[in-house]
Each structure stands twice: as C-alpha cells, then as structure tokens.
C-alpha cells in the first residue's frame, strides 16, 4: 500500500521524494500564476470576484473562494501537475506548506520580506493585488513566488507604500449570494449579447 501511495511514473517519479515536492511547489506556481491570470479576465472573472470582494481582508479570506475558482484553480493544476508524473506523497508533503502560506499572505500584516520580496510572496505583495483599484489588483498573481510577476511584468509593490482599500463592487455580502453571483452575471451576458461593451471589473 505505501509503495502503490508513494508511486508515480516518468522520470519525475524518479526524483527523490523531497525533490518532488520542490518540484511540484514550482511547478504548481507556475501552472496558477497563468490559470490566475486568467481568471482576471472577462470570462473567469465574475468567479475570481467572489475572492476579492472581501473589504477587509485577513487570513480567512483565503477560504472565500467560488467553487468553480477552486475546482479549476486548485484540483485543476493539481491534475496538471499529476499528469506529469509526481508521486501523489509529494502532494501530501507540501500541503501544510500550502495551507501556511495561503493565510500568511492574505494576513492582515505589513511584512514585505525586505530584501527577499521577489523571492518569497509576503502580506504586502498579495495584498496589492486585493486592491479596490482594477490597474493595480491586476497584477501580483504568483500565488508563491513574485519572480514569476518580475518575469511576465506584473510585479507592483512600491517602495514605502502600503495597500488599502479593499474589495470589488456588485458581489453580494453574504454566503448563497456569492454562490450564485457569477452565474447571474453570465446569464445576464447571454441575454444582452449586442449590449455596449462594460469595463472589465464591472461585467
């Protein structure tokens, strides 16, 4: 039983196991940095605005998440990664590291991580991109690490500055609201095809 749990196939599987799991955290930050992109864009968006429709954020926003954004989001990549080869242990192994890093930056904290900002994402850095302003909160989407929005030119953490002003307009406050929120809003698209095109955050 251990052995089938541990076994994977291909030469990730081959790794040793903490190797795997090294690579499964890169290699899922990677994966959700593009799928979180794309979820700020029109089609994804009324699903991602659930997550950032939280006006004061701390570490329980990380839960506040749409079922759809977090099949696609999170199993989704999870299955990406899998196809790849790693053993499933790998994923049991980086779970707590997920779970810790997933509330610490949406804490309600001023760290930015100082000289290491580009290395590891902090409660600054995430917290920009929960930003009211949509020109701002799209950007920082690396779920771990900012190198990958220094790559693509997304990164945006001014110096000295600190984030407020929290949240996006139209999702409703409470529970079963959210749940249905996004759906409304693409049956409202299909029923008004030839309308006049709305700003991105507010479709």
Do not use: C
């Not at 600054?124 to 693509?152: E, G, I, K, Q, S």
């Amino acid at each position: 039983m251990t052995a089938a749990i541990a076994a994977g196939y291909g030469p990730a599987a081959r790794l040793p196991l903490a190797l795997q799991a090294l690579a499964v955290i890169v290699v899922m930050d990677v994966i959700q940095y593009w799928l979180h992109r794309a979820f700020h864009g029109r089609t994804l968006w009324p699903f991602h605005a659930v997550h950032h429709s939280a006006i004061d954020l701390d570490w329980t926003t990380t839960f506040r998440v749409h079922p759809v954004n977090f099949v696609v989001y999170s199993a989704g990549a999870l299955a990406l990664v899998r196809i790849i080869g790693f053993s499933p242990a790998a994923y049991l192994i980086i779970g707590p590291f997920n779970l810790v890093v997933g509330a610490m930056v949406h804490a309600n904290l001023d760290w930015t991580f100082g000289p290491f900002r580009y290395v590891l994402a902090s409660p600054v850095f995430h917290r920009w991109h929960h930003v009211r302003d949509p020109a701002v909160h799209n950007r920082n989407f690396a779920p771990t690490f900012p190198v990958l929005d220094l790559m693509f030119g997304t990164f945006y953490m001014p110096r000295g500055q600190l984030p407020e002003d929290y949240g996006v307009d139209g999702v409703p406050p409470h529970f079963l609201g959210q749940l249905v929120y996004p759906f409304r809003v693409l049956a409202a698209r299909i029923g008004r095809p030839h309308a006049p095109e709305a700003p991105a955050e507010a479709r």
